[in-house]
């Protein structure tokens, strides 16, 4: 494969040489749900325009850029730490860090150890699925292989954090960033909730209705017009911790403008794709009718945002009860 032809595909994913599996992946994911055809907005771009021929072309487009650089040889793309792996020396327990011999591969199989430690999590340098498992098998292990899913989901929940620091993972997975007057920044997340009876004047009219989101139990939701609370759900599932996170520590205000999507429409578009196109993008379409939403993430303290979770007081008295519960 000639350079200039990778070069080309990793331009048009927005992508560099030096980027790794991990960011070129999820740079290719956002484009394939910004050009899908029943999503694409906005035209003007090098790629595509909002028509659904044009949005077509440009999916094809970016598949083949991606299956280009999946099928590139080169080192800058291999699974290895591009600098010391930080850690968090506060973390209660050590971790497993994973990678995968298939950079690109959709199914997480073929893995190896990286290293054991008290790794922070990177979403450029590991997979969040792979970060999920390595926590998992962590707190198994802290309940000695126990099924009770009670204890598992709360100390789950509880390690997570101590290996997350909020506004660094923010500022890699964001789409798109800008400097307030007062030097705070907003960051822009893409989210999804269901469309219903009740809120379509939410959508008609030139102006998008900006929501306020609130952290409810440990679901992020959008409070509507009608004073409804409605859980949203991440295109980044990623995102969640982080954001999560922000919120309980009131360091960030979150809001929701709103885009109007039929995804219910995607079998018919789709038909325009191969079925090689479209097995690529599947799980970008969902059958029922939903509302995209384009959340603003004001950072309103950085300090509190950047730190990670202390959860180590916490995490001994849940495994303590634990222990009784099993004793009795």
Known sequence: MQNTELESALRLLGAQPEDSALVIKRKYRALVRRYHPDEAAGGGSDIGTNESGASAEALRRIIRAYETVRSAPHESLKSVLRQAAECNPAAFCVRVLYGSHDLFGEVQEDLYVRGTDRYFWDPDEEEFLLFMKSVNQAARRLLEDDEDLTYQL?????????????????EK????????????????????MPARAGIQAMYDGPDPEICECVLSGTKICVILPDGTRQQISLEEDGCYYPLAMMMARDAAELSAGTRRVKNGQN??????????????IRGTGKKKETIRLIL????????????????SAEIRNLLEEHRYVLSH
């Open 267 to 280: 079998r018919q578009s789709s038909s325009t794709l191969d079925s090689t196109e479209r097995k690529r």
């Open 154 to 170: 709360k100390l789950f929940h509880l390690l997570v954090q101590e290996y997350i620091r909020p506004l660094y993972c923010l």
């Open 296 to 311: 603003r993430v004001h950072v309103t303290d950085p300090e509190r945002a950047s730190a990670a979770g202390c959860s």
């Open 173 to 192: 997975l964001a789409e798109s960033s800008e400097k307030c007057a007062d030097g705070s920044r907003i960051y822009e997340v893409s989210a999804r």
